[in-house]
Every structure is written in structure tokens, then in C-alpha cells.
């Protein structure tokens, strides 16, 4: 239901931009967003938006990230800019579809020099 990607390998200072798009009988389409999970760490929220456009951001990634989507095509897009080591972690996104909750795959990022 959930296709996620764009994660892969970038210096500190870098950038990504990571994609998800949603398939399948959708009906409704609610609040998308992305999460991510360091090693030995419990999954975090990175940020969301709801169907009519309205954001929100954890606090590690406002300024850098930016997440959008595109309500036609059903995705969901993750800008993120000025890359820290500490960004490493596996992305998921997640959808609400037809009341249902979702989850992607999830794909990796890896931020180093």
C-alpha cells in the first residue's frame, strides 16, 4: 500500500529527498507522514501533513525538513536539508487510508563522511 523511497548514503551537510506514494483501492487518504528509527532507538516522529496541507514538525528537524504532498497522485515527500549524522536512521512513512492505518518499508539514510 505504501512504496517508500530515495534514502541512501550523503555527507553531513547534504541533502535527500525521500518519496512515498500510496496504492491500492484508497477511498480517503488522511494525515501521511514520516517516522524514523536509529539504531537502539524507538521510532520518532519526523513530521506529518494532513489533506489540507497543514504541518507539523518535530523539533529536530524544523528548519531543515520540509514535507509536502500531492493529494492527486496520493504521496508524500520529505525534503531534508543541512543533514547531521544524527539523521541516520531507517524512514518509514505512514498514511492513514481508508481509516486504516499504514506503514511503508521504510528506507534507509545514512548521513557520514
Known amino acids: 500500500q505504501l512504496q517508500a523511497s530515495g534514502g541512501g548514503l550523503v555527507q553531513p551537510g547534504g541533502s535527500l529527498r525521500l518519496s512515498c506514494a500510496a496504492s491500492?483501492?484508497?477511498?480517503?487518504?488522511?494525515?501521511m507522514g514520516w517516522y524514523r528509527q536509529a539504531p537502539g532507538k524507538q521510532r520518532e516522529l519526523v513530521a506529518v501533513?494532513?489533506?489540507?496541507?497543514?504541518?507539523m514538525y518535530a523539533d529536530s528537524g524544523k528548519g531543515r525538513f520540509t514535507i509536502s504532498r500531492d493529494n492527486a497522485k496520493n504521496t508524500v515527500d520529505l525534503q531534508m536539508n543541512s543533514l547531521k549524522p544524527e539523521d541516520t536512521a531507517v524512514y518509514y512513512c505512514n498514511a492513514g487510508i481508508n481509516g486504516r492505518d499504514y506503514w511503508g518499508k521504510g528506507t534507509l539514510v545514512t548521513v557520514s563522511s
Open positions: 491500492g483501492s484508497i477511498f480517503s487518504l488522511n494525515v
Open positions: 501533513i494532513a489533506r489540507a496541507g497543514n504541518t
